[in-house]
């Protein structure tokens, strides 16, 4: 990572956590009382944002792959599409409808905006910078040529225009724009031309300037056949530049003095009222609107007249602060295709087998039911390091079970083709009582999970939708059997989605388990879900909205009063954010007394450690590593033989712990228990892939010192999980 852009934070070697040296004593600072106080936290949208730095620095990383050293730019793309539409759109409408609200860190919404606009702008600018002068020649060097119009041959040319012809004209709508037609309503993310214009039309207009909005149903990118590329097989030409280069052939007569792409983010958040009378068609009347949601950035091509940005600003409503001038594509997002479909494996991660625990892997082997196993032992698997496979497993195995009596499950989010909704629709068609809380509000899925919904309905499945007002985040399923005499539930508890796909992107915990508290635990939320009644008593359960907080600041508080009495006390916890204030101020109290807390926290974090007298006794780090880190973990001492360990669906936020339903489960068996922590030391000893938090807010590189050997905590679990090609399966 020697690019001379990249930030200064790279070049600190700091001591990572985990990794203890010798520590002159200190006098004791004096002890902080005053919690309110904004100097002790950082600015939720800022960290945010900070985090997609993060993300975009792994472009720069010359350890990881080409290809995916493109991927991670492309995803900061996506990362920060999101931002804008949604956190960026929420302090804009604060601003608009006068209702600012001043965060922990004291900074109103117009502050917070103003250094948004600021830092994004640099960030922009560099992941131009990485595309133009290290990725693209990089990628070209390999054979993969993204061709611009003054680099294409007479053939290419020529193939190109019949392209145009034949896949863009039929379908293409340029708007003159004149007092018969007003400037175009846009919808959001939409690769757009503003075209410059000179002599007059057939009707004797002259305006001047036009629109050109490229249709969706189009390729971004465009690949060139091999033959009129001299034989080579990928070489490819955005579609902003077959529009560009034919653009004069969609105004016959007209002189065409420029041609600039631009493109609009909308607010993209759903605004459902609390009192629907049917939440499936409130929320389909609420997706049609996303498309033309209040305009909040504007994205511009570099060598845009000023006038012209001016006229899209004014048309917009927008300010010089939400104009973003870029130096390439507009829609990098849509280049994401190159990453999977190429046929370069060698640019790409090298590819992995997910392993399987002893035991269950050759109960698969021999085709036995995964209940027969779980019935004896709980199982706790590892994500993507172990299989999803013995989840879905398990309930396709329920389906065609004759025992099984009944199935309820949660569905977030799940992918379209979802093998856990194929087993759910053929459980229902076999006539098992089949009942399935699916949220449709999960963003951006919101249509998939519509659909999906309607599938299982059709199936025979009763499908709810939650509880209005809170969203279902839980995962939780939970298989009824008959056993002989008995009924016997089986259960599955996640901190992840039930979804193929992010099962081998997303680091997260499956326990499948069969114990009868816990299990009996769900079957109660799941009556709680469909119907209705006062709060669910559950013994083992951590529930959102209820308990869960109440029961992690209790137990933060215990480990707290174990350092007041002298005794060792220490908190680990990861998860992907930390915004939730009584959280973080029964962890600052937690430090006072001496508590060692290490937090592992992916994105947010709103604490600010290393404060004097406050909290120094927290570390905050961070991972970004080939996967996704998704594991919500919390690990409390309580003694030297009897530390709890809890997993979860919910992370330390206001959203998760106060407006949704969420579980946050026990790992009890004390070798899956002490397997949790080994793995949590992984990650606190990473020196490769970790940032560490400063007090100021910045984040600095953790890197080898001395003579400290390379840690990498993701490589560490596949070696010890996974099967990986020309090594013996380690977990067979």
Not at 302 to 317: A, S
Not at 607 to 629: A, H, M, T, Y
Request: aromatic share 8%; with cysteine.
């Amino acid at each position: 990572m020697d690019n001379p852009q990249q930030s200064d934070v790279q070049d600190n070697q700091t001591q990572p956590s985990g990794l203890t040296e010798p520590v002159a004593t200190k006098t004791p600072a004096p002890k902080l009382t005053d919690y309110q106080n904004p100097d002790y936290y950082i600015n939720r949208e800022l960290s945010h944002l900070a985090f997609n730095f993060r993300v975009l620095q792994q472009a720069l990383n010359d350890d990881y792959p080409l290809l995916e050293r493109f991927r991670f730019l492309l995803i900061f793309s996506s990362n920060i599409d999101e931002f804008f539409e949604i956190r960026v759109a929420g302090l804009m409408q604060q601003v608009d409808f006068s209702r600012e609200q001043v965060g922990l860190d004291g900074m109103g919404p117009q502050q917070v905006l103003k250094e948004i606009s600021k830092k994004a702008k640099e960030y922009v600018e560099l992941q131009y910078q990485i595309l133009n002068e290290s990725l693209l020649p990089s990628l070209r060097e390999e054979g993969i040529r993204f061709l611009r119009r003054n680099e294409l041959s007479e053939k290419q040319q020529a193939w190109i225009k019949r392209f145009f012809y034949h896949e863009v004209m039929p379908i293409i709508s340029p708007i003159g724009l004149d007092p018969a037609h007003p400037f175009p309503r846009l919808t959001n993310k939409l690769l757009c031309f503003i075209v410059s214009l000179e002599g007059k039309d057939a009707f004797g207009r002259n305006t001047g300037m036009a629109i050109i909005p490229a249709p969706r149903s189009l390729p971004r990118i465009v690949k060139m056949p091999a033959d009129v590329c001299e034989g080579r097989e990928n070489e490819y030409v955005f579609l902003s530049s077959i529009i560009h280069r034919h653009a004069a052939d969609l105004f016959p007569g007209m002189d065409i003095k420029g041609c600039y792409q631009f493109r609009l983010t909308r607010n993209s958040d759903l605004d459902l009222e609390d009192e629907v009378e049917d939440l499936a068609k409130a929320l389909q009347g609420e997706l049609l609107s996303r498309r033309y949601g209040k305009a909040v950035r504007l994205e511009v091509v570099d060598n845009c007249p000023q006038p012209l940005v001016d006229f899209l600003l004014d048309e917009f409503g927008l300010k010089e602060e939400e104009l973003y001038r870029v130096n390439g594509p507009v829609n990098l997002t849509r280049m994401m295709s190159i990453c999977d479909t190429n046929d370069k494996p060698e640019l790409t991660f090298p590819p992995f087998t997910p392993g399987y625990p002893k035991g269950l892997h050759s109960k698969r082997k021999h085709g036995n039911n995964v209940m027969d196993l779980v019935g004896k032992q709980d199982i706790l698997l590892h994500h993507p390091f172990e299989s999803f496979t013995p989840v879905v497993d398990m309930l396709r195995q329920a389906a065609k079970d004759p025992d099984v009596l009944a199935i309820r499950q949660t569905l977030y989010r799940t992918g379209a083709h979802s093998e856990m909704v194929d087993a759910l629709v053929e459980a229902a068609r076999q006539g098992k009582e089949v009942t399935v809380v699916v949220e449709i509000r999960a963003r951006f899925d919101e249509e998939e999970n519509l659909a999906l919904a309607r599938r299982l309905q059709e199936a025979g499945a009763v499908v709810v939708y939650g509880v209005v007002g809170y969203k279902t985040h839980a995962k939780m399923m939970l298989i009824v059997r008959r056993e002989g005499r008995q009924i016997q539930r089986y259960a599955h508890l996640g901190t992840g989605n039930y979804h193929a796909g992010n099962a081998r992107l997303y680091t997260d915990y499956s326990l499948l388990t069969c114990d009868k508290i816990l299990t009996n635990d769900v079957h109660k939320i799941f009556h709680q879900l469909t119907g209705m009644g006062r709060a669910v008593r559950v013994r083992k359960l951590f529930h959102a909205p209820f308990t869960l907080k109440k029961n992690l600041i209790d137990l933060i508080n215990q480990e707290t009063n174990r350092a007041k009495e002298g005794k060792a006390a220490r908190i680990i916890i990861k998860i992907n954010s930390l915004t939730e204030s009584n959280i973080i101020r029964a962890l600052y109290k937690a430090s006072q007394a001496g508590v060692e807390v290490d937090m592992i926290v992916r994105g947010i974090c709103c604490l600010r450690p290393g404060i004097e007298g406050l909290s120094d006794n927290i570390r905050v780090r961070s991972i970004v590593g080939r996967f996704l880190e998704h594991t919500r973990i919390y690990y409390f001492e309580n003694g030297e033989d009897d530390a709890l360990v809890y997993c979860s669906s919910a992370d330390a936020m206001i959203r998760n712990l106060d407006m949704r339903i969420e579980t946050c489960f026990p790992v009890e068996d004390p070798k899956l228990a002490a397997r949790v922590k080994k793995e949590l030391d992984y990650y606190l000893t990473d020196n490769t892939r970790s940032w560490q938090l400063q007090s100021d807010g910045e984040y600095e590189k953790n890197k080898p010192v001395r003579n400290q050997r390379r840690r990498n905590a993701q490589e560490r679990l596949m070696e010890t999980l996974a099967i990986i090609a020309n090594k013996p399966a380690a977990t067979e």
